[in-house]
């Protein structure tokens, strides 16, 4: 029986953290971790950085690992040191490869059969990508992008340098390619989710989030969710587990958010990394009681459930959008392919990559979805016919302001955000298209959120600010005609500031989490569309009744909800016999397309 029922818990292992270990300080450390995690796995690296571990003290770790009832499985950080003296020149981030250099591949090779030798599965860690530009990598580049000849390299090295040569080592051997938490970037450094997911025998996931202010990452906390929900897609079944660390933890609850975050993503593996800057880390004691709450509330949930999220591979541009939009509280699910049999789906600029887009896109539409795109995705799709789905237009201007209204020329009046924010003026024209909430602006407004019907169906246009980090400053009002919109494929939405995020999973269970650096202090609203009894707090037992019913018309009940910083809580909903909507199962994608970088 493992320390969870709903996933393992598991520590990484550097070879520099094991290399001098005593079987008598093993020992002693492990007592911590079982006291304070529970360790159900660990991944034990032979090699990391030029340095191996000998085969006696690699053996000694195994065993004591396994006598403590412990599954030991291998790991291969791909880095090196100059090999020769010629390699000095060659710029490469943190040792990592040069894949083109014949004395690293052979490199490569060696430390990819000495931990097939000893482990039945091993994982990569995400040193794996290449940015190197040597003389090289130049002339095998030839007249592609880094983009394309990147990809190519690391698809080969992969199948050839790797998946061959562990399996001839070793036929029982499974490998799997752990893919970074910055995917915006992948395709820059060689990652290919879209093919390696073929390679290996399954992924990984990287769900880092740490300080998002100060750090060169630029990744939403909401990432730590949503990235692996999204290699769920690529590799369903496959995803192996979620992966984060301490680095940059600062408040030290961050470092259990992203614990909890990555929990409520369903994984089946949470690995926490490293052995050596965890052990005696006061950050790592209070993960088991988190994880042991989430757990427990886990077993009466289904899967995981959102508003689809269209990300093709290989694309670019209005990076993590969707994490700010989870974030203020819209539960999404990120997807490789074209959601076509969902009710609605949201679109970022990312999906112009996919070449067929608009006509998805108004087939979609005409036969009743509700489709949200962003600003940038309107802006980008002008010249690929959205003027057939849309009055809007976009001709430069910009509109700067912090002050908004929502909707109808009885407006209750204005409310106001904390910071100025500047948005793209859409235009449009009114009583063909019309606007949900507006910016002011002197004796001016100018849409942020604009609807337009199409066929059977609807598409709203979301003006997203140049500053995507004042999106939490947006007014309660604003945000609740926006969170309104996206209630479709999960007919529930919030009232009440940002930072808070909603979970959505079958068995009508819903999480709530605010965010530890968050403003939301007290009470947040969920609204249910359809007419329900009550909420149960699957924590306490407690059976809440609604603050508000409203039975006629579009039916949707109410519940004011009290939510600690860094706490999740979990509700099941009972609903009443004359229920209107129900959560479905997630959605099922179109047949894959051909992309290419």
């Given at each position: 029986m493992g320390c969870y029922r709903n996933f393992k818990s598991v520590i990484y292992c550097t070879a520099q953290n094991m290399v001098n270990m005593s079987e008598e300080a093993l020992r002693e450390q492990l007592k911590f971790f079982q006291k304070y995690t529970g360790v159900d796995k660990v991944y034990l690296e032979p090699y990391r950085d030029g340095l191996m571990i000998p085969e006696a003290q690699l053996e000694m770790l195994i065993r004591v690992f396994r006598e403590n009832g412990i599954e030991v499985s291998g790991a291969l950080t791909t880095t090196c040191e100059d090999l020769s003296e010629a390699d000095a020149y060659k710029q490469r981030m943190g040792g990592?490869?040069?894949?083109?250099?014949?004395?690293?591949?052979?490199?490569?090779?060696?430390?990819?059969?000495?931990?097939?030798?000893?482990f039945d599965e091993f994982i990569?860690?995400?040193?794996?990508?290449?940015?190197?530009?040597?003389?090289?990598?130049?002339?095998?580049?030839?007249?592609?992008?880094?983009?394309?000849?990147?990809?190519?390299?690391?698809?080969?090295?992969?199948?050839?340098l790797i998946l061959k040569k562990a399996k001839e080592a070793n036929p029982n051997c499974r490998v799997i390619v752990k893919f970074p938490n910055w995917s915006e970037s992948y395709q820059e450094a060689g990652y290919d989710p879209w093919r390696q997911r073929q390679l290996f025998d399954m992924i990984y996931t990287g769900t880092e989030t740490r300080d998002t202010a100060h750090s060169d990452q630029h990744l939403p906390k909401y990432c730590s969710w949503s990235l692996m929900r999204l290699m769920e897609h690529y590799a369903p079944g496959r995803n192996g587990g979620?992966?984060?660390?301490?680095?940059?933890?600062?408040?030290?609850?961050?470092?259990?958010?992203?614990?909890?975050?990555?929990?409520?993503?369903?994984?089946?593996?949470i690995c926490q990394f490293c052995w050596g800057s965890l052990y005696k880390n006061r950050v790592v004691t209070p993960v088991g009681l988190q994880l042991e709450a989430i757990d427990r509330m886990?077993?009466?949930?289904?899967?995981?459930?959102?508003?689809?999220?269209?990300?093709?591979?290989?694309?670019?541009?209005?990076?993590?959008?969707?994490?700010?939009?989870?974030?203020?509280?819209?539960?999404?699910?990120?997807?490789?392919?074209?959601?076509?049999?969902s009710k609605s789906v949201f679109l970022t600029v990312q999906a112009l990559k996919d070449p067929e887009i608009m006509e998805k896109l108004e087939a979609f539409l005409a036969a009743g979805g509700r489709a949200v795109v962003s600003s940038g995705f309107a802006v980008g799709?002008?010249?690929?016919?959205?003027?057939?789905?849309?009055?809007?237009?976009?001709?430069?201007?910009?509109?700067?302001?912090?002050?908004?209204?929502?909707?109808?020329?009885?407006?209750?009046?204005?409310?106001?955000s904390r910071h100025r924010m500047t948005f793209p003026l859409l235009e449009h024209r009114t009583n063909v298209t019309w606007a949900l909430c507006k910016g002011v602006c002197g004796e001016e407004n100018y849409p942020l959120l604009l609807r337009d019907g199409y066929?059977?169906?609807?598409?709203?246009?979301?003006?997203?600010?140049?500053?995507?980090?004042?999106?939490?400053?947006?007014?309660?009002?604003?945000?609740?005609?926006?969170?309104?919109?996206?209630?479709?494929?999960?007919?529930?939405?919030?009232?009440?500031?940002?930072?808070?995020?909603?979970?959505?999973?079958?068995?009508?269970?819903?999480?709530?989490?605010?965010?530890?650096?968050?403003?939301?202090?007290?009470r947040t609203t969920l609204v249910l569309k359809g007419v329900a009894d009550a909420l149960v707090d699957l924590k306490t037992g407690m059976r809440m009744?609604?603050?508000?019913?409203s039975p006629f018309g579009d039916a949707s009940t109410a519940f004011s909800l009290f939510l600690q910083q860094g706490e999740p809580s979990f509700y099941r909903v009972e609903w009443n016999e004359k229920r209107e909507g129900e959560p479905v199962k997630k959605s099922v994608a179109s047949a894959p397309h051909d992309f290419g970088v």
């Amino acid at each position: 029986m493992g320390c969870y029922r709903n996933f393992k818990s598991v520590i990484y292992c550097t070879a520099q953290n094991m290399v001098n270990m005593s079987e008598e300080a093993l020992r002693e450390q492990l007592k911590f971790f079982q006291k304070y995690t529970g360790v159900d796995k660990v991944y034990l690296e032979p090699y990391r950085d030029g340095l191996m571990i000998p085969e006696a003290q690699l053996e000694m770790l195994i065993r004591v690992f396994r006598e403590n009832g412990i599954e030991v499985s291998g790991a291969l950080t791909t880095t090196c040191e100059d090999l020769s003296e010629a390699d000095a020149y060659k710029q490469r981030m943190g040792g990592t490869y040069c894949y083109s250099n014949a004395a690293m591949r052979d490199f490569l090779v060696k430390t990819v059969v000495y931990t097939a030798r000893h482990f039945d599965e091993f994982i990569i860690d995400d040193w794996f990508f290449t940015t190197c530009t040597c003389d090289e990598c130049r002339a095998a580049k030839g007249d592609r992008s880094w983009e394309a000849f990147r990809t190519a390299l690391l698809a080969e090295v992969s199948e050839n340098l790797i998946l061959k040569k562990a399996k001839e080592a070793n036929p029982n051997c499974r490998v799997i390619v752990k893919f970074p938490n910055w995917s915006e970037s992948y395709q820059e450094a060689g990652y290919d989710p879209w093919r390696q997911r073929q390679l290996f025998d399954m992924i990984y996931t990287g769900t880092e989030t740490r300080d998002t202010a100060h750090s060169d990452q630029h990744l939403p906390k909401y990432c730590s969710w949503s990235l692996m929900r999204l290699m769920e897609h690529y590799a369903p079944g496959r995803n192996g587990g979620g992966w984060f660390d301490p680095y940059g933890c600062s408040p030290m609850e961050l470092y259990s958010e992203q614990a909890m975050l990555t929990a409520l993503s369903r994984p089946r593996e949470i690995c926490q990394f490293c052995w050596g800057s965890l052990y005696k880390n006061r950050v790592v004691t209070p993960v088991g009681l988190q994880l042991e709450a989430i757990d427990r509330m886990l077993s009466e949930a289904g899967d995981c459930l959102g508003v689809p999220c269209y990300l093709p591979p290989y694309a670019q541009g209005e990076d993590h959008l969707e994490d700010f939009l989870g974030m203020l509280g819209i539960p999404l699910e990120p997807v490789p392919e074209f959601p076509k049999d969902s009710k609605s789906v949201f679109l970022t600029v990312q999906a112009l990559k996919d070449p067929e887009i608009m006509e998805k896109l108004e087939a979609f539409l005409a036969a009743g979805g509700r489709a949200v795109v962003s600003s940038g995705f309107a802006v980008g799709a002008m010249d690929r016919g959205f003027g057939e789905l849309s009055s809007v237009r976009f001709r430069g201007r910009r509109f700067t302001t912090d002050e908004f209204i929502e909707d109808g020329m009885m407006a209750p009046g204005s409310v106001f955000s904390r910071h100025r924010m500047t948005f793209p003026l859409l235009e449009h024209r009114t009583n063909v298209t019309w606007a949900l909430c507006k910016g002011v602006c002197g004796e001016e407004n100018y849409p942020l959120l604009l609807r337009d019907g199409y066929g059977r169906g609807q598409l709203y246009i979301l003006a997203v600010p140049d500053e995507y980090g004042y999106l939490y400053d947006l007014p309660a009002e604003v945000l609740r005609v926006i969170r309104s919109v996206f209630a479709l494929d999960v007919p529930a939405y919030l009232e009440g500031p940002a930072q808070v995020s909603l979970f959505a999973y079958e068995k009508d269970v819903f999480a709530l989490y605010p965010y530890v650096s968050g403003l939301t202090r007290g009470r947040t609203t969920l609204v249910l569309k359809g007419v329900a009894d009550a909420l149960v707090d699957l924590k306490t037992g407690m059976r809440m009744l609604p603050a508000r019913v409203s039975p006629f018309g579009d039916a949707s009940t109410a519940f004011s909800l009290f939510l600690q910083q860094g706490e999740p809580s979990f509700y099941r909903v009972e609903w009443n016999e004359k229920r209107e909507g129900e959560p479905v199962k997630k959605s099922v994608a179109s047949a894959p397309h051909d992309f290419g970088v």
